[in-house]
């Protein structure tokens, strides 16, 4: 976690980090809150195979991910779901199909700044296999992949790989 010293608000060098969710000044009062943040990743799913794509960018760059991203203001978790499946892979999907799995905290790592987020994990199924045309911005390919061939220490994430360590047990 990059350490940050100098208070936006008043200049001194002043800040403090609780280690945990906020920085506070000590000279000035100001606080800056870094509160758990919503994110989505959905298991796309056709009979016993998963559709996951490969990281483009950091962090995890080359490591295998489940589509989603972070809840944007004023979004449901399933709109954002509708959202970046669009964004990702131009897939227009009905929301009344998303299956709510389960929720898992993690960690993501950006530009040396931790985000805690709460992973919310859904499934959508499809009855027949596609490819899509990709972003390049965000994914380098796309793969389905056999459950059974599933390696945990591809996975970018902790939070996907406990939730594969789980749903792995169950199909
Ligand atoms: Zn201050």
């Not at 380098?140 to 749903?167: G, M, V």
Request: with cysteine; aromatic share 12%.
């Amino acid at each position: 976690m990059k350490i940050l010293k100098f208070c936006p608000n008043c200049g001194k060098e002043s800040l403090n980090w609780d280690s945990e969710k906020k920085w506070s000044c000590s000279n000035c009062n100001f606080t800056l809150y870094n509160n758990v943040a919503g994110a989505v990743a959905v298991v796309i799913r056709c009979g016993d195979e998963v559709y996951l794509t490969r990281r483009n960018q950091e962090p995890k760059k080359g490591k295998l991910d489940l589509a989603g991203g972070f809840v944007d203001p004023r979004e449901s978790a399933e709109q954002t779901c509708k959202r970046e499946l669009s964004e990702e892979l131009q897939l227009d999907i009905d929301v009344k199909n998303l299956k709510y799995l389960t929720s898992l905290p993690n960690v993501y790592q950006y530009k040396e700044i931790d985000y805690n987020t709460i992973d919310l994990f859904y499934e959508y199924s499809v009855s027949e296999k596609f490819e899509v045309s990709l972003a390049l911005s965000e994914i380098s390919e796309t793969h389905w992949i056999p459950l059974n061939e599933i390696n945990l220490d591809d996975l970018a994430f902790d939070s996907q790989k406990i939730f594969f360590r789980e749903y792995l047990k169950n199909f």
